[in-house]
């Protein structure tokens, strides 16, 4: 155990060295401190960690970690002096870091004064994520995590989202550049004070409240009859953050509001669909979701078979110039079957084409041409042959 963080550490603390530091190694001129007790590291990896250390190197993503940060020992620069060698550069650098993460977590602080005191309340800072964090500990597969670790999980899952979005529409780094600001809270009370505070929206009676656009804010609380384990929070993150990912792509712009509902919410569900295997949730801006609602259990590739079957499909023309929360449960389940039919069959660049287009307001007809020679009425033909060729009247998904 010892030996392995030994490992992953030295790895980390060569990240962290400057370059001129890190060459010194091969530099034959460089002075270097050689030291038996450390492996002239000039420092230890900090014991009071445990078997959590490896959750806050930079290696695994964590930039920042507020639990790590308030380590009475090391001061959240995960290391401590070797005092039998005197290597200053190692010193500096450790100080460095300390003084930095120290720096972090009182704006980070002074920017939530309603929860500041919460002691369950973590926050870490990752390449894309500011994420504020206290969901109670959660069984996740057959193990229980505790809040601290679970926070790690959610920065990790939201990375791994993003990275997910961008290769599946082939969009460059150029084209997103706003960071994710998440707030995940356990209680109804932190959630209603601080959301419509940092979105500028909602009201406290929400669960989720989102800013979309240039800004890429969710905040929501865990809501217990809506999402009862991690896989049905899991899944509420997903929905929530893809909306932001989208409405973040360059031209950054919501385009629920723009008659492209169907983009919107189709996209965030096959997001949701790709990673949980299920569709939950639903985006109404005026309407309260009854506890409990939704379309066939969250599997909708065998209902939209049988609407299909019994033409009973809602035309394209029709679906393609609603609102977001205009859509009915139906429109979501043909939404995200239109979004799976284009990203099968045409890839991935294309359809980030069409919403570039859509949210430059070009109306769907012509953006629906330019970008795969088809119209609202002869994408219905294709997209029936494909649902009737890919999803099975039966099977659960
Ligand atoms: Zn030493
Ligand atoms: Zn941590
Ligand atoms: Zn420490
Ligand atoms: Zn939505």
């Known amino acids: 155990m010892i030996a392995r963080s030994l490992a992953v550490f030295s790895i980390w603390l060569a990240g962290l060295l400057p370059v001129g530091l890190a060459a010194q190694e091969g530099d034959p001129q460089a002075p270097k401190v050689v030291c038996r007790m450390c492996e002239s590291r000039g420092c230890f990896p900090c014991t009071k960690h445990g078997k959590l250390l490896d959750?806050?190197?930079?290696?695994?993503?964590?930039?920042?970690?507020?639990?790590?940060?308030?380590?009475?020992?090391?001061?959240?620069?995960?290391?401590?002096?070797?005092?039998?060698?005197?290597?200053?550069?190692?010193?500096?650098?450790?100080?460095?870091?300390?003084?930095?993460?120290?720096?972090?977590?009182?704006?980070?602080?002074?920017?939530?004064?309603?929860?500041?005191?919460?002691?369950e309340l973590v926050h870490i800072k990752t390449a894309h994520l500011d994420l504020s964090f206290s969901i109670k500990p959660t069984t996740v597969g057959k193990t229980k995590i505790d809040t601290h670790p679970l926070a790690h999980l959610y920065a990790t899952r939201l990375e791994e989202l993003r990275t997910l979005y961008m290769t599946t529409f082939e969009v460059p780094e150029t084209d997103l550049t706003g960071r994710l600001e998440v707030y995940m809270f356990r209680d109804a009370q932190d959630h209603a004070q601080v959301g419509p505070r940092v979105t500028g929206i909602g009201t406290s009676q929400s669960t989720g409240v989102k800013l979309m656009g240039v800004e890429c804010v969710f905040s929501m609380w865990q809501d217990l009859r809506q999402m009862p384990n991690d896989e049905a929070l899991h899944r509420n993150l997903v929905h929530n953050v893809t909306h932001l990912l989208l409405s973040n792509t360059k031209p950054e712009q919501f385009l629920g509001n723009r008659k492209a509902g169907w983009i919107d919410e189709g996209v965030a569900h096959w997001f949701e669909d790709k990673v949980t295997g299920k569709c939950t949730n639903f985006c109404f801006e005026e309407v309260l979701m009854q506890p409990g609602a939704g379309f066939k259990g969250g599997r909708w590739r065998a209902p939209v078979r049988r609407m299909v079957d019994a033409g009973e499909d809602k035309s394209f023309a029709e679906l393609s110039i609603l609102n977001t929360d205009q859509l009915t449960f139906t429109d979501h389940a043909l939404a995200f079957a239109y979004v799976d039919f284009l990203l099968a069959t045409q890839g991935g660049a294309k359809f980030r084409d069409l919403v570039k287009l859509a949210k430059r307001d070009q109306p769907m007809r012509e953006a629906l041409q330019t970008v795969y020679g088809l119209n609202p009425l002869t994408i219905v033909a294709p997209f029936r042959q494909w649902v009737k060729e890919n999803y099975s009247p039966l099977e659960p998904r």
């Open 55 to 119: 959750l806050e190197l930079p290696e695994n993503g964590t930039v920042f970690c507020s639990v790590a940060t308030v380590c009475k020992v090391c001061g959240g620069s995960l290391a401590t002096d070797c005092k039998t060698c005197d290597n200053v550069p190692v010193q500096e650098q450790l100080e460095q870091r300390r003084k930095l993460a120290q720096e972090w977590l009182a704006a980070r602080k002074k920017s939530l004064p309603e929860v500041e005191d919460r002691k």
